[in-house]
């Protein structure tokens, strides 16, 4: 276990198409974060899992943004008929227990919408 | 509600020069505040946290509540400092998500 993994690396997509994007957490981690960055932004929270449940949704996730970790592994995170301004990175973080110590953050999906 | 703020985008110094990285935070309850950093080409990464009071790559912070600001110093910069930084913020204890600031981009000219 190499860390946190996220996939794809890139991806164009066209305005009104759906995306998903994958992320696999340290194996032992049991939260998982997800955080989107646009260009000259900080991360900013989009939501939170504690194993398989989702414990907290930011504002920023709206309606056609969903995120799942069904087996509390690996989690899906999906975007519905994409917008030019859904183009950002989008970051996965996963941590065991306390925040305390920080996250691990994985390298991020950058997509494109065009 | 902007939580945290990192009045510099852009930062250069000189190799061996000392460098400051400001930040200040605007939160009501009890925080903690973390620096991460992002080299070039790499993952964004925890560098120190308050709590732990310690010193990673010749880097320190204090936490001044009475001016809210945890600035982030190094008093000889290297060229492999150059990288983009982040303040966090999290609320103690009970805080699942951290704020991040907008980062400062540090240059160390050789």
């Known amino acids: 276990d190499t860390g946190v993994s996220q996939n794809p690396r890139h991806k164009i997509t066209k305005r009104g198409q759906n995306v998903t994007f994958r992320c696999d957490p340290i194996?032992?981690?049991?939260?998982l974060y997800w955080y989107r960055q646009t260009l000259g932004q900080g991360p900013e929270f989009l939501t939170y899992f504690q194993n398989e449940a989702q414990l907290e949704k930011s504002r920023l996730l709206s309606d056609r943004f969903s995120a799942e970790r069904p087996k509390g592994s690996f989690s899906t995170l999906e975007i519905q008929r994409t917008e030019q301004g859904d183009s950002a990175m989008y970051l996965c973080?996963?941590?065991?227990?306390?925040?305390?110590?920080?996250?691990?953050f994985g390298s991020g999906t950058r997509l494109t919408v065009v | 509600a902007q939580r945290v703020t990192q009045p510099e985008k852009l930062l250069s110094v000189f190799k061996g020069a000392p460098v400051e990285l400001k930040c200040n935070y605007s939160y009501s309850g009890s925080p903690e505040l973390f620096w991460y950093v992002q080299y070039s080409r790499q993952r964004l990464q925890l560098l120190l946290r308050?709590?732990s009071r310690e010193s990673i790559k010749g880097f320190t912070a204090d936490l001044n509540k009475g001016e809210t600001s945890f600035h982030l110093k190094k008093p000889f910069a290297q060229e492999e400092d150059s990288a983009m930084y982040y303040c966090a913020l999290r609320e103690a204890n009970t805080g699942n998500q951290f704020y991040f600031g907008t980062g400062t981009s540090l240059t160390v000219i050789p």
């Open positions: 194996s032992e981690h049991n939260r």
């Open positions: 973080a996963s941590s065991l227990g306390s925040l305390a110590d920080g996250y691990t």
């Open positions: 308050h709590i």
